[in-house]
């Protein structure tokens, strides 16, 4: 299993932007497909994108299209999820987490590796 490690949530304003990174510590991500995902207090997972092995293939869910980007750095062990336009209800803990596999799966029950998670609070 994957070692992940999120960094860069915060708080940030209706509007703004920030962006998470998921680095994997000893391991290299190269071989996995990523995911984001996200929990707001009280509700369930939600799956907010995810990025093949290579790159060549991302997923978003409808709540985030056209407003939050999924990339990848493999030479540097990274992926990101730079996240733009903010809704207040884009207020959550954000979960990178990894599927045995090269392609995105959907369930998080397909994702065996997570990380700790990061909190993203956005004011209104």
């Known amino acids: 299993q994957l070692q992940l490690v999120e960094s860069g949530g915060g708080v940030a304003q209706s509007g703004g932007s920030l962006r998470l990174s998921c680095a994997s510590s000893?391991?290299?991500?190269?071989?996995?497909?990523i995911g984001w995902f996200r929990r707001a207090p009280g509700k369930d997972f939600e799956r907010v994108a995810c990025?093949?092995?290579?790159?060549?293939?991302?997923e978003y869910g409808d709540s985030v299209k056209g407003r939050f980007t999924i990339s990848r750095d493999n030479a540097a062990n990274t992926v990101y999820l730079e996240m733009n336009t903010l809704h207040v209800d884009d207020t959550a803990d954000y979960y990178c987490?990894?599927?045995?596999?090269?392609?995105?799966?959907?369930?998080?029950?397909?994702?065996?590796?997570w990380g700790q998670g990061t909190q993203v609070t956005v004011s209104a």
């Open positions: 990025i093949s092995s290579t790159g060549a293939d991302t």
């Open positions: 000893g391991s290299t991500l190269r071989y996995n497909a």
């Open positions: 987490a990894a599927p045995a596999g090269r392609l995105c799966r959907t369930s998080p029950a397909h994702f065996a590796s």
